[in-house]
């Protein structure tokens, strides 16, 4: 089966926000099977709306439709759909009850125009919003399939697992299974060169690279009749490329760096604290971000002044002195300070340079020195990350991040 | 002049990463008063690509397009619009020679497909990339023009800023000025309620709200001949929303929080330093991702282990004791603490338990103690979060982050 994807909203077609969806839909269609050629995004205009929902049906059978279910006056994509397919509204009781339940448990009033969030098309099948007030809906008729989502994606993703989902599984067809095998140290251009024969070669399971922020992701896919052939056809493969490239490999299908830190923290039951000088608390942040991470995460400590860095971290002062804060010197000192004060099994450090300004000659913006302190691995690593990029600052505070995590993990991994 | 924007990748097509070119797309052009109605994602495909260009310019006199310059042989954009406009490729001396400045300049060895990222549609306007290495373009024909971008938005942004958008002002129409005013504390269907007749009362200016995560910002927006007719418009508007909304709004084109609170402890020469539990550093890390914030940022305590929390804020054992890490007793002393210990003008602290696991029937997952500690304003704050989202922790962890920084703000201000 053939899918579109089209998102509706003027504040995405003004950029406001992020079309986030689009990534979480394609990839769970992808998943299923279902092949998505097409995304597309139109303002709350029913006259615009209505053309591009014919052309995606001129292409496909199922259009996923997200946003233009909120209560207010320019949400308009339940009436455009049921327009579409001539139906007419009507008011859908359970989702009105659900509704006024969801205000009432927040002790929140419910307002007259949210009202409009429960009249449906008629013989629509409506799909629970157990996060929000806006139910979805699917609309069938004439071998095409309209699903309808509200935009928010914390209402449409556990909509889409528990209602579209399971809706959708009777028309999908191979299963499609994926390992994502997670690489830092080595850029996309290179590895495709290096992979460009095998890539190529491959047509089941294939190969693809995709590049992440100061990471690379290689996508291994095959498609079968069941999860077990998809599987054996994905292991071999998975193994020998995770083997070739072991010293850049940081895990399969580990999500992100924090995660795979975390997991192998909580497997081998020890503690880890950060000092963070330029970072700010982005590596700490990272790493609770994941649940769970309490039981292996100590404390952070984020000092931008020295003098934090003495006083807490127990920088020397001659240290700070004689080679400065963004130094291996202090890096190491900040690493060893950390584990001392906190009794963490593994202490992170970053000191560094994230600009714009505070660059000189011989310690020029992207100049960032990760250090870390524990029983089988101390060391301090020196990057030099490059500092031309416009969104410089935040890049070289998430590629300085995620090297402290893996240099983390790699010490996790040595216990 | 009507403009559409068509990105391409297959791993936009997959969800594997997140389009956000589309959104910065749309949100310059808006600016520049050339409108888009359309935006449309397809795969690496040149079937596809062509076709997708082909409906684009049906609509549209002016195709911008992202992603697919890169060197990989995937990479198909250049060779299909020089196809649609009828013109052959041919190399471009220049780019090759910025490519190679690029690589040696990095002690990088250049990869032979990267040679692919100088071949150019005969009589095409090349725009230098200085953040990589695909230049982008501008091929024109038949009162069409179509860009290409590279596809990473730390390349494509620079390169719109320096290349295109000089290139796009001659085409460009009216001005569109907008005013955001940002809130916090007030949803978005009850702010709509209140302001629906003057929204929709109003032409130009006109306001619009969007839902930010917690947040709620307003979108005024005038166009006109001139900026300063456009300001003349918008101006009264802005000021009389300001104050009747005064207990929401934090500010007007502030950016975001951490931008607002930065700028206003610059102005009030004030210091800032942060302790925090259960956002783990996300109230350091949104505060020193602002160019500057060094001037301004203590430094930051995150402490997860109640021992922590006693032995370097100082945190009375016995509150622990007898009122829990999570409690505005710890709030409140851990916001002492931090002030003392860094020497700050405003401690920030925040308490809370952003689940999943951790909540109790008297401690729900979502409650969240803030407090602040300064000379004009000492609190502290409790706040219960909705739990019942997917994403529950993360949209916990970010909302409590973002009343932090609201405080310190308001702390900030009466300095």
Chains 1, 2 share one sequence.
Do not use: W
């Not at 009777?170 to 997670?182: D, E, V």
Request: proline content about 5%.
């Amino acid at each position: 089966m053939k899918a579109e994807i089209l998102c509706v909203g003027t504040e995405l077609l003004l950029g406001d926000i992020v079309n986030t969806n689009a990534a979480y839909l394609a990839r769970e269609l992808a998943a299923m099977g279902i092949n998505v050629y097409h995304q597309t995004v139109v303002g709350d205009n029913p006259g615009r709306l209505k053309e591009a929902l014919g052309e995606a049906f001129g292409r496909a059978e199922l259009v996923i439709m997200t946003g233009g279910l909120g209560p207010t006056y320019d949400d308009l994509t339940k009436e455009t759909v049921a327009g579409y397919f001539g139906r007419e509204m009507e008011l859908n009781q359970p989702s009105l009850k659900a509704m006024e339940d969801f205000f009432s448990c927040r002790n929140m009033k419910m307002s007259e125009n949210n009202k409009k969030q429960a009249m449906m098309p008629k013989g629509a099948t409506v799909f629970a919003n157990h996060n929000g007030t806006a139910p979805g809906l699917a609309v069938e008729g004439e071998g095409k399939i309209a699903i309808l989502l509200p935009g928010p994606p914390q209402e449409m993703q556990p909509m889409f697992q528990e209602g579209v989902r399971p809706f959708l599984m009777k028309y999908s067809g191979q299963i499609i299974l994926s390992h994502s095998i997670h690489m830092i140290g080595i850029g996309e251009s290179a590895l495709e060169q290096q992979m460009r024969e095998s890539m190529l070669a491959h047509k089941n399971p294939t190969i693809a690279p995709y590049a992440k922020q100061g990471e690379v992701l290689l996508r291994v896919t095959a498609s079968a009749k069941t999860r077990e052939e998809a599987e054996a056809l994905l292991r071999p493969e998975v193994e020998a490329i995770c083997r070739e490239y072991s010293e850049y490999v940081y895990g399969v299908d580990v999500g992100d760096l924090q995660h795979a830190l975390v997991a192998e923290l909580l497997k081998k039951k020890r503690m880890v604290a950060t000092a963070e000088s330029c970072t700010g608390g982005l590596v700490s942040k990272r790493i609770t971000e994941v649940p769970g991470s309490s039981e292996v995460f100590e404390c952070g400590v984020c000092s931008y002044a020295n003098r934090i860095k003495s006083q807490i971290l127990g920088v020397g002062e001659e240290t700070l002195a004689a080679h400065g804060a963004v130094s291996p010197e202090t890096a190491a000192e900040m690493a060893a300070g950390i584990r001392k004060l906190s009794g963490a099994d593994i202490g992170i450090s970053v000191t560094g340079i994230a600009g714009p300004g505070g660059g000189t000659p011989e310690k020029p913006v992207g100049l960032v020195y990760i250090g870390v302190d524990s029983e089988p691995l101390t060391t301090v690593v020196r990057h030099q990350f490059g500092s031309r990029r416009k969104d410089g600052r935040e890049y070289i505070r998430y590629v300085a991040a995620s090297n402290a995590l893996r240099l983390a993990l790699q010490a996790a991994k040595l216990f």
